[in-house]
């Protein structure tokens, strides 16, 4: 179903929740153990209070200066991420503003973060971001291999919890090629669990935007990253 401008916010939210309700039960999966975050790149602050007054209480933005735009003196219970590259010179700002960061994809991001939060006192989950689709154009580590040269480095740094992976599926319509790169990062993911404690095992997988986040919850992703079919054609 497609984004339909007469529907209301907390119609169309409840409509995704059904999809990702259905797409769960496909797989044999438990529906609550998938979450939803809003994408609000572009969209105003109004926009946001209004998928929080739907319910949703999970956000993500690429850019940590829309960010402060947007989310200063937010909600409380609101969860705000950053899902967009961190460049090195952004992570103080980042670190004043993100509680979690799921675009980390390289040890000395991770480092520049965790300075930026021991100094502020703080602390922050993040996630380890894979190129699975093999596009120049896109971050992320480019192999599992490259992700685990840095992953003792990364759980040596005390500001930061490792709490799993994330991913953007390829831009094509080839369902099957999809459902490979989500399958991959699930791969990755139970690798990368077999290598640390029990006590900080990761549990998070975030994969799927509005155009197949279906595939993604029936690959196994626990959180999906949505926007257009949520908040229709993106302002400019």
């Known amino acids: 179903m497609c ?10 939210v409840a409509d995704i929740r059904e999809r990702m309700r259905g797409a769960s039960v496909r797989a044999g999966r438990n529906p609550a153990d998938v ?3 809003a994408v609000t790149k572009t969209y ?13 209480r999970i956000f993500g933005e690429n ?13 409380e219970d609101g969860e705000l991420h950053l899902i967009g590259h961190l460049q090195t010179n952004k992570a103080k700002a980042a670190a004043g503003l993100f509680p979690w960061v799921d675009s980390v994809d390289s040890l000395r991001t991770a480092g520049a973060l965790a300075k930026r939060l021991e100094e502020c006192g703080k602390s922050a989950d993040i996630l380890l971001e894979l190129n699975t689709s093999g596009e120049d154009s896109k971050s992320g580590y480019r192999s599992f291999d490259d992700l685990r040269r840095d992953l003792e480095g990364i759980l040596m740094l005390g500001a930061l919890r490792l709490r799993g992976l994330m991913t953007v599926g390829p831009l094509t319509g080839d369902a099957g090629e999809i459902r490979a790169a989500f399958r991959s990062l ?38 999906i990253r949505l926007g257009t079919v949520l908040f229709g054609k993106r302002e400019v």
């Open 3 to 12: 984004y339909d401008g007469r529907m209301n916010m907390a119609a169309r």
């Open 35 to 37: 979450r939803l975050m």
């Open 44 to 56: 105003s602050r109004e926009v946001v209070l209004e998928a929080y007054r739907a319910g949703i």
């Open 63 to 75: 850019r940590v200066s829309e960010a402060v735009e947007k989310y200063t003196d937010f909600a």
């Open 186 to 223: 699930k791969t990755c993911m139970d690798r990368l669990c077999g290598m640390v404690s029990a006590s900080c095992r990761p549990d998070t997988l975030s994969m799927g935007m509005s155009g197949d986040f279906e595939i993604a919850i029936e690959e196994g992703a626990t959180l």
